[in-house]
């Protein structure tokens, strides 16, 4: 679409995750810090949230990549499971192709297996996105889980990343015995207007043939204003600009075309409105953004495309 246009490889703010694509914020880097940390002290739980679209998923790939091969990983993002579903979805992502027919067969498999990476050496570790949809009762199954131990150290890990509802979960008195196994825990904020303006330009960079394409500080200042500094929708705000400057024939960025785009992202409900002392032009119609353009007419992108230290024990990460 507009990538010949703009000299550019591919489309940069695509919103799946694409390491190749990665851009450690602060927070980010704080964030994988810890997550690395409590895998080598041995944590039994690890728990990092945050916002949908803040990252999460991109955090936890960046993660897994990272291990060496000393590290057996399974990692599941279906997680409306019950305790059964739970330790047979498990099994299958080991390479456990054999499921046994009753739970206390399939809780004694998963136990040999854990004690059969330990003797050579392996640590095992369990990752689990969307953790917020998680019931009550495989919650508490993966406790158990994470009592299978030797004498010296756990034979799992388990990584749990959901939404803030997830962090409200977890000090319901309810899972208060899960909660005292969450030694270590962060929750990740949305960027702020300087790894915001990093952000785009870092994923302009990346995606460049030859001198890339770099939005001014007013623009990225609006796109995080109107994003809230959600990665996500700065990808869906960024991605649109893009669109609507090539629909007029425009290479470069203008503040009032971004302005435009965000006010018809917002009539779309795509953006929720945001207050504050921004300038306001009048509307820009959709069909006129992209007017002369014919064949290069094109949706724009919905929000519904979407599939993009030391521990510090019972303490949440900066708010």
Same mark, same amino acid.
């Given at each position: 679409m507009?990538?010949?246009f703009f000299?550019?490889?591919?489309?940069?703010f695509?919103?799946t995750?694409?390491?190749?694509?990665?851009?450690?914020?602060?927070?980010?880097?704080?964030?994988?810090?810890?997550?690395r940390l409590?895998?080598e002290?041995?944590?039994?739980?690890?728990?990092?949230?945050?916002?949908?679209?803040?990252?999460?998923?991109?955090?936890?790939?960046?993660?897994?990549?990272?291990?060496?091969g000393?590290?057996?990983?399974?990692?599941?993002?279906?997680?409306?499971?019950?305790p059964e579903e739970?330790?047979?979805?498990?099994?299958?992502?080991?390479?456990?192709d054999?499921?046994?027919?009753?739970?206390?067969?399939?809780?004694?498999?998963?136990a040999?297996?854990?004690?059969?990476?330990?003797?050579?050496?392996?640590?095992?570790l369990?990752?689990?996105?969307?953790?917020?949809?998680?019931?009550?009762?495989?919650?508490e199954?993966?406790?158990?889980?994470?009592?299978?131990?030797?004498?010296?150290?756990?034979?799992?890990?388990?990584?749990?990343?959901?939404?803030?509802?997830?962090?409200?979960?977890?000090a319901?008195?309810?899972?208060?015995?899960l909660?005292?196994?969450?030694s270590?825990?962060?929750?990740?904020?949305?960027?702020?207007?300087?790894?915001?303006?990093?952000?785009?330009?870092?994923?302009?960079r990346?995606?460049?043939?030859?001198?890339?394409?770099?939005?001014?500080?007013a623009c990225?200042?609006?796109?995080?204003?109107?994003? @809230?500094?959600? !990665?996500? /929708?700065?990808?869906?705000v960024?991605?649109?600009?893009? +669109? *609507? &400057?090539?629909g007029? $024939?425009?290479?470069?960025?203008?503040?009032?075309?971004?302005?435009h785009?965000?006010d018809?992202?917002?009539?779309?409900?795509?953006?929720?409105? @945001?207050?504050? !002392?921004? /300038?306001?032009?009048?509307?820009?119609?959709?069909?006129? +953004? *992209? &007017?002369?353009?014919? $064949?290069?007419?094109?949706?724009?992108p919905t929000?519904?495309?979407?599939?993009?230290?030391v521990?510090?024990?019972?303490?949440?990460?900066?708010?």
């Amino acid at each position: 679409m507009y990538e010949r246009f703009f000299r550019l490889r591919e489309r940069p703010f695509a919103l799946t995750p694409d390491p190749d694509y990665l851009y450690l914020s602060a927070g980010h880097r704080d964030a994988l810090d810890h997550l690395r940390l409590g895998l080598e002290s041995d944590a039994g739980f690890i728990a990092l949230t945050g916002e949908i679209g803040c990252g999460k998923t991109t955090l936890l790939q960046a993660l897994v990549t990272s291990l060496d091969g000393r590290t057996v990983v399974a990692r599941l993002v279906d997680t409306n499971l019950t305790p059964e579903e739970l330790l047979e979805s498990l099994l299958l992502d080991f390479g456990i192709d054999d499921i046994p027919p009753s739970k206390p067969s399939k809780v004694s498999a998963l136990a040999r297996l854990l004690v059969d990476q330990r003797s050579l050496g392996r640590r095992v570790l369990i990752v689990i996105d969307e953790a917020q949809n998680l019931p009550r009762r495989t919650l508490e199954e993966l406790r158990m889980l994470s009592n299978l131990e030797t004498e010296k150290s756990k034979l799992v890990q388990i990584v749990l990343a959901g939404q803030p509802s997830f962090r409200d979960s977890l000090a319901s008195p309810a899972l208060e015995q899960l909660r005292q196994r969450v030694s270590v825990r962060y929750h990740l904020e949305p960027l702020d207007a300087d790894d915001t303006a990093g952000y785009i330009n870092h994923r302009l960079r990346v995606a460049a043939l030859d001198a890339p394409l770099q939005l001014s500080r007013a623009c990225t200042d609006t796109i995080h204003h109107r994003s @809230r500094g959600v !990665p996500r /929708l700065i990808n869906v705000v960024t991605d649109a600009v893009l +669109l *609507a &400057a090539y629909g007029e $024939d425009q290479r470069g960025i203008s503040q009032t075309l971004v302005l435009h785009v965000c006010d018809e992202l917002e009539r779309a409900a795509i953006l929720t409105p @945001r207050s504050g !002392p921004v /300038l306001a032009p009048p509307p820009l119609p959709i069909d006129r +953004l *992209a &007017a002369g353009r014919g $064949d290069r007419v094109a949706a724009w992108p919905t929000a519904a495309a979407a599939p993009t230290p030391v521990p510090v024990p019972a303490k949440d990460g900066p708010r």
